[in-house]
């Protein structure tokens, strides 16, 4: 693949209308607000470069919907719910990585069974059945030996979180690279800000990741000032090559980042538009990056 990040395909439109229609309905019962709110996403969404990234687009959409709700976080008892869930199975999923003949390509896979928690796709998800999937499956893009062999050079790590619940196995997996490999920083990016149920510092702490040696966190922009680097910027991007190595989880990742083939993508494939661009399937695990990667199967 080129050096050419996603852009924003017609099917993205009435994917952003849903999501703002889910979304409001969680902020309110007013039938005519909710009509009100979509309405103006919708008056949006016309005016809008749709030759955007699918993120430029969502920070926009949740923008409006945070503005004419009053409601600053419309899913944050189900971004606890989904912290407490993966909170709850945690010790059972590290048993699970200290018990594997490969417990780096097990805390791998767990790390991206989490990327299912995803409101921005889905309303329902099944995180332990997905979690029994991905250990009977394989990467069906795999560059795991090259991940592998990058964190046994490297020394530093720039790792872009994605959703609550899911940062939990991101900390699973963080804590096994740290105890088995010679990484002595890492640097863990969160949402500036609340949008949909991404990870925040606050769950960041929550869940125990400001307590892992040589950790600091850095905010990416959800579209309105002062929350962070902007994916796209200079500035960011003079970060991510700061780093020794890079791991970025997730769609909303990938769709900013696949420009940089050397950063490792981690995710699972919930939209059609993202599996035609990598040419997968929709329910496809994928770890992507460095010098192998290629499709398998």
Partial sequence: MGRINMKAHLDCVPCFQRQALRAVRMVTDDSGKQESILREVMAALLDMDWR????????????????????????SEL???????????????????????????????????GNVVDFGVHSKFDLKGTIVDIMNKDFRINGFESFKSQLEISEYIVYLGDNTGEIVFDKMLLEYILENFNINRVTFAVKGAPIINDATHEDAVYVGLD????????????????????????EFRAVLEGADMVIAKGQGNFESLSEYEWIYFLLMVKCPIVAEHLNVDVGDYVLKGGLEGGKTG
């Fill in 52 to 75: 955007s990234s699918p993120p430029d687009l969502a920070h926009a959409v949740y923008r409006i919907i945070r503005q004419s709700s009053g409601e600053a976080d419309p899913y």
């Fill in 79 to 113: 971004k606890k719910q989904y912290n407490d869930l993966a909170m709850e199975i945690y010790s059972g999923m590290k048993e699970k990585v200290n018990a594997s003949p490969d417990p780096l390509m097990t805390a791998v896979k767990l790390a991206v069974a």
């Fill in 211 to 234: 307590k892992l040696p040589g950790i600091d966190f850095i905010n990416i922009d959800i579209g309105e000032p002062g929350t962070g680097y902007d994916r796209s910027s200079p």
